[in-house]
C-alpha cells in the first residue's frame, strides 16, 4: 500500500488543525500568567486607545492583509474591553495622524514567527516486505502581539502568547493585559 505525501500531509493538518482548536480562546488565554516588564507601566485603559497594527501580507512586501486583519478585528470585538483602533504601520510611526499623544500614545505590534515541523512515516508492506517513507513538513505561523511607546520609540517586546490562531492571540495578550494590571493594583 503506497500512501502520497499529499494524503499524509493532509492527515497531519487535519490533526494538528483538530488538535489545537479543541480548547477555546478563553480557556487558552487563562494560563497566561501577568507580564510587568511587557506591558507600560502607565498604561490605562481608560485614557489610551490602543493602535493595533494591521496584519502583514503573506507577500513579506510590507502591504497588509484585509482579510486577515478582518479577522483579528472580530476577535478584538469578542476578546478585547479597550478602545483601539487598527491602523497600518506608518500610521504608528507618524505621530501626525494620531497625534495626541495622552490619548495614542501606545501601539501594539504584532509578530509573525513560522515553525516548521517534518516527521517521517515508513510503512513496512506485509506482503512484499518492502517499506515507504514520507517525511512531510508542514509550517506553523504563530502570530505574538506587543506594546510599542510611540512618544518615547520603545518596544516592549512580544507577550510570547503567540499562538496559531488569531483569536487565541488576542485573548492572550488581552489576558496578560488584565492580569499585569490586577498586579499592580493588587488586585
Given at each position: 500500500?503506497?500512501?502520497?505525501?499529499?494524503?499524509?500531509?493532509?492527515?497531519?493538518?487535519?490533526?494538528?488543525?483538530?488538535?489545537?482548536?479543541?480548547?477555546?480562546?478563553?480557556?487558552?488565554?487563562?494560563?497566561?500568567?501577568?507580564?510587568?516588564?511587557?506591558?507600560?507601566?502607565?498604561?490605562?485603559?481608560?485614557?489610551?486607545?490602543?493602535?493595533?497594527?494591521e496584519?502583514p501580507?503573506?507577500?513579506?512586501?510590507?502591504?497588509?492583509?484585509p482579510?486577515?486583519?478582518?479577522?483579528?478585528?472580530?476577535?478584538?470585538?469578542?476578546?478585547?474591553?479597550?478602545?483601539?483602533?487598527?491602523?497600518?504601520?506608518?500610521?504608528?510611526?507618524?505621530?501626525?495622524?494620531?497625534?495626541?499623544?495622552?490619548?495614542?500614545?501606545?501601539?501594539?505590534?504584532?509578530?509573525?514567527?513560522?515553525?516548521?515541523?517534518?516527521?517521517?512515516?515508513?510503512?513496512?508492506?506485509?506482503?512484499?516486505?518492502?517499506?515507504?517513507?514520507?517525511?512531510?513538513?508542514?509550517?506553523?505561523?504563530?502570530?505574538?502581539?506587543?506594546?510599542?511607546?510611540?512618544?518615547?520609540?520603545?518596544?516592549?517586546?512580544?507577550?510570547?502568547?503567540?499562538?496559531?490562531?488569531?483569536?487565541?492571540?488576542?485573548?492572550?495578550?488581552?489576558?496578560?493585559?488584565?492580569?499585569?494590571?490586577?498586579?499592580?493594583?493588587?488586585?
Open positions: 500500500m503506497k500512501i502520497s505525501k499529499r494524503v499524509v500531509c493532509l492527515f497531519c493538518l487535519l490533526i494538528s488543525v483538530g488538535f489545537f482548536s479543541c480548547e477555546s480562546a478563553k480557556k487558552y488565554a487563562s494560563k497566561v500568567k501577568a507580564m510587568p516588564n511587557h506591558i507600560p507601566g502607565d498604561f490605562n485603559p481608560d485614557r489610551h486607545i490602543l493602535l493595533f497594527q496584519m501580507s503573506r507577500k513579506g512586501d510590507g502591504s497588509g492583509s482579510g486577515i486583519t478582518k479577522k483579528m478585528d472580530k476577535a478584538l470585538q469578542k476578546y478585547c474591553p479597550y478602545k483601539y483602533k487598527i491602523v497600518t504601520p506608518a500610521e504608528i510611526l507618524d505621530l501626525s495622524k494620531y497625534s495626541d499623544t495622552s490619548v495614542y500614545k501606545y501601539a501594539v505590534l504584532n509578530s509573525l514567527r513560522g515553525i516548521t515541523r517534518t516527521t517521517t512515516t515508513t510503512v513496512t508492506h506485509a506482503s512484499t516486505g518492502t517499506s515507504t517513507s514520507v517525511s512531510p513538513s508542514a509550517t506553523t505561523t504563530y502570530i505574538n502581539y506587543g506594546f510599542y511607546d510611540r512618544v518615547n520609540k520603545i518596544e516592549y517586546g512580544s507577550t510570547r502568547t503567540g499562538n496559531p490562531f488569531i483569536k487565541k492571540a488576542i485573548a492572550a495578550f488581552v489576558k496578560v493585559i488584565e492580569k499585569t494590571i490586577a498586579g499592580r493594583s493588587g488586585k
